[in-house]
């Protein structure tokens, strides 16, 4: 009989948070990052003051005066932040039809059959997508942005598309995973009474995932305001450009305006998806 | 008495918020699709169609391969190392440095966040922190929600305006970002554990925050573990991107080479990084798997 053996010093957890600190000062190392890194000097502290000074006194008119016939600063906020949604809500209801569809076609309960197998073909179909939804999240939304920008030139489209793909890919794997975990009594019961497996599907087992779904749906809506934010730097005439622009003008007090309002709009967004799901649940 | 199916169907559960909600959504992509930003004239105009034909046959092929001197795969195996190679890395060492400073910051936050972690436990503590630690609990909230609100690429705007190195611009913002999500996440997850140990420590004597630390923090690992990783995927995908603003990374390179114009090898180094991030999400995975054991 072998000897009892002694538990190890460390867990698995406790050694994944070694291995995390010792890849974190890996990486530091490799950066070159130190102290000195973070301690602006000169002409870098004296534009943080002036950054520091701004941000506690936004603009809420323009500093300085604007051409004859110009909106007002306000208005012009407004119409920003309009613009930044509508781009958002484009891009997102693309990729929540690519994503539904893909995602239906990438979970489990979707192919299953009695006994809770998949055939063979079905299976090969299914990493199929699963394959192509990991190629559609993994280049992120701006790297697709610039693509775009050198194949078609600058279209307002083609920002709607940069955002929707890989957007589309997240949407497809996080609701495959919320449709595989839904509750499948309702699905099984209505097969056993003779119906069809998409009808068993679509009736049975996608409306207890609802909530769910939705709910992540308006958490990526959120992102896709900071994404269509972003896309601003890169020429699309959402809030960001007018971040980069006010910047480049030095007039910190309008662009701090322009921040406050993105930020104020992602709250009320992510407040309003909180409510959604409390309504839901 | 047995209801009609019509009597059942009023009676059921309407959630009229989301209906609303939904029916808001709908409209507004319907706007933004019809009346929206999308100008589907101009895109598929002849001088767009003309443009793309050329991205696609000339732009994006390497000279070399063109003039049929090498395959695609030899002319990219000789530049996966060297200078992109190692901008991959530094790619890569920037997530994972975020990352760990984003959960540092988002544990320490989790304490105030939570509304359970610090709360008094005794009738003694009651009356001396009560309403201090709502105030400090409320105020870490806002400050994470300030945190998550504000995009990366943002943040790393304005901290590499002032900062001298931009390698540090990109590892905070990615941190702030990821601190404000953490932050949130953790606390929720000490607010959902059994809190009888932690009531148990404080009843022995323990002060609230040797408390939270010792009865609380070791049942909360393996879920801040799952977030953690998580949140280290995310941070790969934006660590490609963040060297648009001047920290020497796979970003970098890309926005370099776009302005030469040599699309091939903005191709390549776009390629990189999509590979990079699904390795990162594979090796998430199979680390959150083992440590399921």
Redesign the interface.
Known sequence: MSAPQAPPRLG??GR??LG??A??L???I????GP??????GA??E??RE?GGAALDPALDYEITPPPGAEPFLARVASNLW?T???A??A??LALLLGALLGLAAADVTWERHGGVAPPLARGVQWAVRVWI??L????E??WA??FL????L??????FAIAIPFAGTIAKVFSELLDEAPRDAGRALVALGAGAGPALLVGVVPRALPDL?SYA?YR?ECAL??A??LG?FGA?TI?QS??LS?ENAQFHEMWSY?YS??GL??VV?A?GA??RR??S | MSATWQELRRARPRARFARWTGAFAALLALYAWTLGPMDFGDLFSERRLTNLERFLQVEIVPPEVRRGETTWAAWAAERIGGRNGLALARTLGAAVLAAALAAAAGAGLSLWTSRTALAARTPFERAEVEGRRGLAGSAARLLCVFMRALPEYLVAFLLGAFLPDPAWAAVLALSIHNAGILGRLFGETLENLDQRPARAWSAAGAPRLTAALGAQGPAALPRWLTFFFVRFETCVRESTVLGALGFVSLGHWIVQERAAGRYDEVLLLVAMGGALVVAADLASWAIRRWIRG
Do not use: Q
């Open positions: 698995r957890r994944t948070l995390i600190a890849a974190a890996l990486a530091a490799l950066l070159g990052l000195t890194g973070l301690v602006p000097r870098g502290l534009l943080m950054l613009s949604v509508l781009y809500a484009a997102m209801a990991a190629l999240r993994s280049v992120h701006l790297l610039i693509l050198a194949a078609l030139g279209n307002p489209a083609a920002g709607v939705a308006f809506f900071r994404s934010a972003v730097f005439p960001g971040v980069a910047f921040v993105l930020v992602v709250i992510e309003l409510r959604l309504s839901m």
